[in-house]
């Protein structure tokens, strides 16, 4: 299952570190304590949208590009997850008729 609060977590990990920022300088900027702004990112905790807002101000993007940038990378994954599987057994002829061993 596709986890939302573990996507948006590794979406804020990945915006601080292309900024060269620790997780101190982003937890100071937005007033969130830094062991939470940590588990924001891992995933293990669920932002509220005010606090999403707040990381997003000290982050110098918006929540929206922050939550379309969640959405495009949820919809991949969920087509990761859902898209079926092209191998066949190794008994089935191209035709789809169920070979059988032994026989030529």
Do not use: F, N, W
């Not at 997003?56 to 993007?61: E, G, N, S, T, V």
């Amino acid at each position: 299952m596709i986890v939302m609060r573990e996507v948006i977590g590794e979406e804020l990990r990945r915006r601080r570190q292309d900024q060269g920022r620790t997780l101190r300088e982003v937890s100071g900027a937005a007033a969130v304590s830094l062991g939470y702004l940590s588990e924001v990112e891992r995933g293990h905790k669920e932002a509220s949208s005010e606090l999403l807002a707040a990381i997003c101000d000290a982050l110098d993007i918006s929540l929206s590009e922050l939550l379309s940038s969640v959405s495009t990378q949820m919809a991949y994954k969920e087509l990761q997850h859902t898209a079926p599987t092209t191998r066949l057994p190794d008994m089935v002829l191209a035709g789809g008729i169920p070979a059988r061993r032994g026989l030529s």
